[in-house]
């Protein structure tokens, strides 16, 4: 049972017992968790007529009491007060009540007291407490991401809202699965420290009667990581299609915003990327940039047939058949412009941006050694004026991750030519981003060239030939789930949590990232997994991450570091 059935599953219960017209109340976190399982369509074939969010239905008086109301909602004590208001003075005819984690005792008492209307039906917990992306991917969107970078010192309450929302969502994906894991962590991250021993707490003590499923076999895993330890994933450019749509236009919640794209119909601004419900995205998510367009000229070419075929309507059954096949015949139209426009306008990014020329540097960086023909590299690339400020902020950031002790000069150098060619870079980021992610921070083999193993690794790769020197980059994960694979992830370096060891190896691993996920990684993900290695691996972070928005938080957290008297 994985990630969306498994959302779709409790969105299913929820709504198939109420019968009658429905209004489904979310708030700001169950928007997205809904919309990413459950289409519209779907909505309303389950008889919910009205959609709404739970702070704009409090400000309304309007009776509607012929509506049965069903409130999908995380147990905040936002939400609470929220629930509390509705039920002083009723709107609707019923009043079914989910939310999407545990709730505390003195919250039912606050429900139980507010209901003297006696209009509520039912209260349940439904863990549908994450936004599942995909199959084996789950965000948990939190706000003030950037927060995991900073000392605790220097915000405690906002970094402790930050823990216990990570932590909730671990807890709900567990409880969703029906298992209790083994905990491991980072050993040099005290951000992940702090949730693995704050996630054992709950669901070894605190609610450990909850977590107790009396299964027989192998627990699972939760391994928890933090996000720079590898800080290069996020900056790199991307090259298979569900990556490169967020990294140069931007995935939020599965949906892909048009607007700001040339004159587009109205139906197309916004447009739904989904796995569950494209087969063309769900066959070519995965696939490098160049076969994509070669599968969509292949698509347009199917629709042409199609179209063709439609126009030679000559007798009143041929019309009653286009009539039945037309909603089908729409629905492949609308998918097929969809693609079309996503690929050309991230062609045009591609071109503007020279991003072949600068990605065939980064792979260089990421993967490859040769530190004097990489500066020059990154020089060049730095004088370039067709090359924008953001693409030269990343080359000398990822310059510097590689190369910040072997050659300190030259890396001073390229700070100042960056400095003087692009006035808006933020003096101090690349330093700030060594600080936060530099070699004596990180716990993995970054760059893979540390012990013979690996280097003879690196050699088989090459003698099999590179897919494509665009994707040429592993990120670090791939190596952790190889280490797990293979029962030699160390203790050391990934301490487990309490006195609960792994015996023998877990079939179910879920890594979570502090900080945030990449496409990337949730690709290497679906593939070890589409390859049977008999270990089932789920990834989930605080946000999605693209590189605007890593270096979005990474600015957030310099400015506040800088302005804090707590930081040094």
Known sequence: MVLVSAVRDYINRMLQDISGMKVLILDSHTVSIVSVAYSQSELLQKEVFLVELVDSISKSNESMSHLKAVFFLRPTSENIQHLRRQLASPRFGEYHLFVSNMLKDTQIHILADSDEQEVVQQVQEFYADFVAIDTYHFALNVPSNHIYMLPAVVDPSNLQHFCDRVVDGIAAIFLALKRRPIIRYQRTSDIA???????????????????????????????????????VTPLLNQWTYQAMVHELIGIQDNKVDLRNIGKLPQDQQEVVLSSEQDAFFKANMYENFGDIGMNIKQLVDEFQQIAKSNQNIQTIEDMAKFVDNYPEYRKMQGNVSKHVTLVTEMSKIVEERKLMLVSQTEQDLACNGGQVAAFEAVTNLLSNERISDIDRLRLVMLYALRYEKESPVQLMQLFNKLASQSPKYKPGLVQFLLKQAGVDKRTGDLYGNWDLLNIARNMARGLKGVENVYTQHQPLLFQTMESISKGRLKDVDYPFVGNHFQQGRPQEVVIFIVGGTTYEESRSVALLNASNSGIRFILGGSVVLNSKRFLKDLEEAQRIARSSPAVV
């Open 193 to 231: 420290k702090r949730i693995a021993q704050e996630t054992a707490k709950l669901m070894y003590q605190q609610e450990s009667g909850l977590f107790d499923f009396r299964r027989t076999e192998i627990s699972p895993l939760l391994l928890v990581v933090d996000r720079r330890d590898d800080p």
